[in-house]
C-alpha cells in the first residue's frame, strides 16, 4: 500500500528539548515536503526536498531543521522547540509537479 | 500575503444539496489547481485537480469550475452526502523553480446534515 509514514502521531514536550518527528514514504518519490497547519491558516510549507541530499526553505522555515539522506526518509528536527511551534505537522511527498501529493497522517506537537 | 483566498469559513448542506466552495489566487504563475478532502484526525487527500488548459473537469459528483481570466476556481459537490463532511482546501502550485510547494486557502468546514 502505497503510503507516507509520520512517527509520533501524538506528542508533548517542554520548551528546549530536542525533537525528531519522522517521515517515511513507499512510493520512491522524489519530492517531499513537511507542512504545519494552524486553525484558520491552512496548510503552510516548512521545508522541502528534491532529491537526497537537497533540501530547501519553505514559508515558514523558522525553529526547523531537515535532512534527506535516504530517498524514503526526510526527518523534521526542533533544535529548541518553542510553544509557538505546537501545530499539527504533516509530510507530504510525491513524483512530479502536477501529480498527487500524498500526506502521512499528522503529527501534533505540543510545546509547553 | 495569502496567495490563495479561500471561502466560505464554513458551510452546512442538506443532504442532496449542492456545496460550492471557491477560490481565488493572485499569482499568475499558478498553473496546478487541486483540491483536498480532510477528515478529522487524517491527512489531506487529493480529491480532484485542475489546470487552465480546461474550464471545467468532472468526477462523479464533484466538480471543478474554473475561470483563468478572473483568477478563481471552485469546487462543487452535487447530491451532497452525510459523508461528504469534512474540511475542504483549495491549493495552487507553480511552473516556475524546483520547489513543488503547494499554497493552499485557509479550508472550509463543510458539514452535510442527514
Redesign the interface.
Known sequence: EAQVTQNPRYLITVTGKKLTVTCSQNMNHEYMSWYRQDPGLGLRQIYYSMNVEVTDKGDVPEGYKVSRKEKRNFPLILESPSPNQTSLYFCASSFLRYTEAFFGQGTRLTVV | QQQVK?SPQSLIVQKGGISIINCAYENTAFD?F?W?QQFP??????LI?I?PDVSEKKEGRFTISFNKSAKQFSLHIMDSQPGDSATY?CAA?G?GG?????T????TLLTVNP
Open positions: 479561500q496546478y487541486p483536498y484526525g487524517k491527512g489531506p487527500a487529493l485537480a489546470r482546501f502550485s511552473s524546483s520547489n513543488y510547494k503547494l493552499f486557502g485557509k479550508g
